[in-house]
């Protein structure tokens, strides 16, 4: 098989809801155990959706603060103008109709010995598991003078909402000529090749409407995902208007002034912004650190055949909180891995044993309308640890036609599509 016709056998895979090993659909043991799901973000709501497809006499209850959920997915396609913010939001009456129960409230506390987990509400759950999928939370001051007053000025956006809407709008108001630098941290960090579609996203949003201006990229790292791919696509499409600094270059931001816009790099250069987008290093959402899951690295060890925590047993960690290495932070893998571990716990529930765990991913970049890259990769459970599985995956080719280019771009808008309705439900 071809490179793109497997990844396109990986999408269908993953918008039917098959994983390369189905596992057995469990009933009725299982009909008395309660599982809490905590975030209703890629992971947890297809946790929930899942568990309840193959133990429907289960009681299955999503805990979620937001009554809407906005996706990072194509978000940097609304900087860009080219999708609208509503085309991103998700709501929860899918899982409802799915028979889940979806509380609106955010998790406090954790209480893994005695098995229950208390709400911004004040009430207090029992769980016979429970599935954590809380996302990443920022580390504020990890680069000196980043806080969250900082990121109103110098807004990272990088969970999907009033940050990105803010970048946006300060996209919108700066003048033709302007200056976007972009800070871009060190591994590991949600969504490896985000911060690179972005930059084509706003080089798109540049072209049309501040043809002038100049986007300045940071990096902590001197390599990145499917760098030769976007370096190649930058210049095709933009020219010189797109410049990347690494890490052997003198990259690496160290401190941030967000109110004179301005960033100093680890060998003293200051660089001035007129539009200031700072993505900080990140860790596993404050949820999981109060359930007593994460590791002194700040994210979430897994049991790779399960996602259950390697810490608390009887927790579950999905998504951007794990560290699921080689399998990147995206919602292609926090869905696969909210399939896996829903098999593995109804499977569990039922006395059962666990059926075998595989996983795969595909990450599309847009870079311009009509022009998409991705690469795709495979992995499975050997030996307790996530390997990807020899050659399996791949990468789009650098000599490529505009067709291919294309068609990836069109194989993109169909996993959104696809991925949105397998994790929350069809929306009526
Ligand atoms: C700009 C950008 C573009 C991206 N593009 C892509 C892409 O094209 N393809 C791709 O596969 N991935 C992409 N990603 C990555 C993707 O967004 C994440 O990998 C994915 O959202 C991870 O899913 P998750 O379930 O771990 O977390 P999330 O989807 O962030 O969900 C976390 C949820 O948990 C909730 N929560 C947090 N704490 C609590 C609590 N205490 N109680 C209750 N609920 C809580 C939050 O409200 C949130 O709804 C992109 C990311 C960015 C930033």
């Not at 370096?231 to 160290?254: I, S, T």
């Amino acid at each position: 098989m071809s490179t793109l016709s497997r990844r396109a056998a990986l999408n269908k895979m993953a918008a039917s809801g098959l994983t390369l090993a189905m596992p057995v659909l469990v009933r009725a043991q299982s009909a008395s155990s309660r599982v809490v799901v905590v975030g209703g973000g890629f992971g947890g709501a297809t946790a929930a959706r899942y568990l309840k497809m193959r133990a429907p006499g289960l009681r299955v209850t999503l805990v979620e603060p937001s009554p809407r959920f906005y996706t990072c997915p194509f978000s940097n396609l609304y900087l860009a103008g080219l999708r609208d913010w509503e085309s991103l939001g998700h709501g929860f009456d899918g899982l409802r109709a799915a028979g889940i129960e979806v509380i609106q409230a955010a998790a406090q506390d954790v209480d893994g010995a005695g098995r229950t987990v208390t709400l911004s509400t004040g009430d207090k759950l029992a769980w016979d598991r429970l599935v954590l999928s809380p996302g990443v939370d920022m580390r504020w001051n990890a680069l000196a003078g980043y806080d969250e007053a900082a990121a109103q000025r110098a807004p990272h956006a990088w969970k999907a909402g009033p940050q990105t809407q803010l970048l946006r709008r300060q996209l919108q108001a700066m003048p033709d000529g302007g200056s976007f630098v972009m800070v871009i941290p060190d591994n590991p960090f949600r969504c490896p090749p985000g911060p690179y579609e972005r930059a084509a996203m706003v080089a798109h949003y540049f072209k049309q409407h501040k043809p002038r201006s100049k986007i300045l990229l940071l990096d902590a790292k001197d390599n990145f995902s499917k760098k030769a791919l976007f370096l190649q696509g930058w210049k095709a499409l933009y020219g010189d208007m797109v410049e990347w600094v690494g890490l052997a270059d003198d990259g690496r931001v160290m401190s941030v002034d967000a109110q004179a816009l301005s960033v100093e790099t680890a060998f003293g250069q200051v660089h001035r912004a007129d539009v200031l987008n700072v993505i900080p290093p990140q860790k596993a959402g404050w949820i999981a650190q109060r359930a007593g899951v994460v590791d002194a690295s700040g994210w979430v060890p897994v049991k790779p055949e399960s996602f259950e925590t390697t810490r608390v047993p009887g927790i579950y960690a999905l998504g951007d909180a794990t560290l699921a290495a080689p399998m990147p932070k995206s919602a292609f893998a926090a869905n696969m891995q909210g399939k896996m571990a829903a098999a593995a716990i109804a499977a569990e529930l039922a006395g059962q044993p666990l059926p075998p765990a595989a996983y795969a991913n595909t990450c599309y970049s847009l870079l311009a309308p009509g022009y998409g890259i991705s690469v795709a990769g495979v992995y499975r459970a050997q030996q307790g640890k996530l390997i990807e599985v020899p050659g399996s995956g791949g990468i789009s080719p650098l000599e490529a036609k505009p067709a291919l280019r294309a068609a990836e771009a069109a194989y993109g808008d169909a996993w959104y599509a696809a991925i949105s309705a397998d994790t929350w439900g069809r929306e009526a």
